[in-house]
């Protein structure tokens, strides 16, 4: 992982973060729609994928640049495993979900590894948000409850935040957190045997796009 700044408020001590980096997730969804042409738009892929109840045994790992944290592997490339004949578009649908659950996973795992502190819920933002699906697979993969709040745009709303808070029209960080809401909240319903048995396909997967590219002599 990557330690960063995570922010600093006036003179206060700054706070720092850890960083998991991950190549390709929703621009995996918009592969699906403009390379592969399988969906129309990026909000139909919750639909095609809700129409099955598993991906199949397909397992999609995104590796098109390499693999960022916790590998960092240039040298993998993307794959596509488990397929077969009965396997459809919507199987590879949610396996497209399911791979930006998957790699969050691993993240999570990572800080967990790194920081001693176990992950008691997520805090969730950014335009993958509004796929309710993929929340609740998040939930699943990871354990843990996955909250959305009512303003998904995370980022936009810090910096306007800093800048509140740098010419006084909010006092103090309490302050702003009595503005936070909750718009909504999933819990993890996937048993524990079958999360525990789809994490160790998804690795051997993740196996599978190494050592695509050699090094030149």
């Given at each position: 992982l990557l330690t960063t700044v995570g922010y600093q408020i006036g003179d206060e001590k700054p706070v720092y973060a850890l960083e998991g980096s991950i190549?390709?997730?929703?621009?995996?969804?918009?592969?699906?729609?403009?390379?592969?042409?399988?969906?129309?738009?990026?909000?139909?892929?919750e639909t095609l994928a809700s129409s099955v109840e598993d991906n199949g045994g397909a397992y999609f790992v995104p590796a098109f640049s390499g693999l960022f944290?916790?590998?960092?592997?240039?040298?993998a490339r993307g794959v596509i495993a488990g397929l077969t004949r009965y396997v459809t578009k919507a199987h590879i649908a949610r396996a497209v979900l399911e791979a930006t659950a998957w790699q969050t996973r691993e993240i999570t795992d990572a800080m967990t590894k790194d920081s001693g502190v176990e992950l008691t819920a997520l805090k969730v933002d950014g335009g993958m948000t509004s796929n309710n699906l993929l929340m609740q697979t998040l939930s699943d993969f990871l354990d843990a409850p996955v909250v959305r709040p009512m303003v998904a745009e995370t980022t936009c709303l810090g910096a306007a935040y800093?800048?509140?808070?740098?010419?006084?029209?909010?006092?103090?960080?309490?302050?702003?957190?009595?503005?936070?809401r909750r718009a909504a909240e999933w819990t993890p319903r996937m048993d524990a045997d079958r999360r525990d048995s789809e994490y160790k396909s998804w690795?051997?997967?993740?196996?599978?796009?190494?050592?695509?590219?050699?090094?030149?002599?």
């Open positions: 190549a390709v997730t929703g621009s995996l969804v918009q592969w699906m729609r403009d390379q592969m042409g399988l969906i129309k738009s990026a909000a139909e892929i944290a916790p590998y960092w592997r240039s040298d800093a800048a509140g808070l740098a010419v006084g029209f909010w006092p103090d960080t309490d302050a702003l957190r009595a503005n936070w690795l051997k997967a993740v196996e599978r796009t190494m050592g695509w590219i050699e090094d030149e002599e």
